[in-house]
């Protein structure tokens, strides 16, 4: 049987409208399609960004940290060494103050020429030369000079050995040093240098450690002592 017109016309029609059906859908799907994968773009980029932004701020959080702890450390040096300043100015003062009256003890006939004596036996003792050269304050001449005349006889009974001592009269110590000797060998190249000043800062290092402890306290952070 042959298709009329109208038949051949409604089947054209018909499959228009599959055709058309069939691409809307595919339209659909496409869109979709882009969709999604806009949407998973749009999310990897976010999150990249994000991971940045966060990795950019720790970045800086670290930094200020940093800056903090050098800050803090450098602060600390700093408070360090004003007390340890402030500790070294008050030693500096209880040493002055020591050698202010050490003076004190020059302008006590009996105390000084007593001290004398024992500083004159010491130099003998420490040189152990035959012959030695005393070189004192020229105010002191006459009092170093009647501790040689006491000492002579000791140290020759203690060493067994004669021992003959000059006072240098033309080259005294300076008369504003608070007082002592100084005993060279004949030569002149070994000194023994007995001044109070000298004997102070003797004593002054030698005892620092304790110095300290007794001004400051025990450092806690100190295993072991000078």
């Given at each position: 049987?042959?298709?009329?017109?109208a038949d051949v016309q409604k089947q054209i029609k018909h499959m228009m409208a599959f055709?058309?059906?069939?691409?809307?859908?595919?339209?659909?799907?496409?869109?979709?399609?882009?969709?999604?994968?806009?949407?998973?773009?749009?999310?990897?980029?976010?999150?990249?960004?994000?991971?940045?932004?966060?990795?950019?701020?720790?970045?800086?959080?670290?930094?200020?940290?940093?800056?903090?702890?050098?800050?803090?450390?450098?602060?600390?040096?700093?408070?360090?060494?004003?007390?340890?300043?402030?500790?070294?100015?008050?030693?500096?003062?209880?040493?002055?103050?020591?050698?202010?009256?050490?003076?004190?003890?020059?302008?006590?006939?009996a105390q000084y020429s007593t001290l004398l004596e024992g500083l004159v036996l010491q130099?003998?003792?420490?040189?152990?030369?035959?012959?030695?050269?005393?070189?004192?304050?020229?105010?002191?001449?006459?009092?170093?000079?009647?501790?040689?005349?006491?000492?002579?006889?000791?140290?020759?009974?203690?060493v067994k050995s004669n021992i003959v001592v000059k006072i240098d009269q033309q080259r005294?110590?300076?008369?504003?040093?608070?007082?002592?000797?100084?005993?060279?060998?004949?030569?002149?190249?070994?000194?023994?240098?007995?001044?109070?000043?000298?004997?102070?800062?003797?004593?002054?290092?030698?005892?620092?450690?304790?110095?300290?402890?007794?001004?400051?306290?025990?450092?806690?952070?100190?295993?072991?002592?000078?």
């Open positions: 049987m042959a298709l009329t017109d055709i058309e059906q069939e691409a809307n859908e595919k339209v659909e799907e496409i869109d979709a399609k882009a969709e999604e994968e806009f949407n998973i773009e749009k999310g990897r980029l976010v999150q990249t960004q994000r991971v940045k932004i966060i990795e950019y701020y720790e970045k800086k959080e670290k930094q200020i940290e940093q800056h903090k702890k050098i800050k803090m450390s450098n602060l600390m040096n700093q408070a360090r060494l004003k007390v340890l300043k402030a500790r070294d100015d008050m030693i500096m003062d209880l040493l002055n103050e020591a050698r202010q009256r050490l003076a004190e003890i020059a302008q006590d006939p130099g003998f003792y420490q040189l152990l030369e035959p012959k030695v050269t005393i070189r004192c304050r020229q105010q002191d001449v006459e009092m170093v000079q009647a501790a040689v005349n006491k000492n002579i006889p000791i140290y020759k009974e203690a005294f110590l300076p008369s504003d040093i608070c007082g002592g000797v100084e005993v060279y060998n004949d030569n002149g190249k070994i000194k023994v240098s007995n001044t109070l000043e000298s004997r102070l800062d003797l004593m002054a290092h030698q005892m620092m450690p304790e110095i300290r402890v007794a001004l400051f306290g025990a450092n806690p952070n100190r295993k072991f002592t000078d």
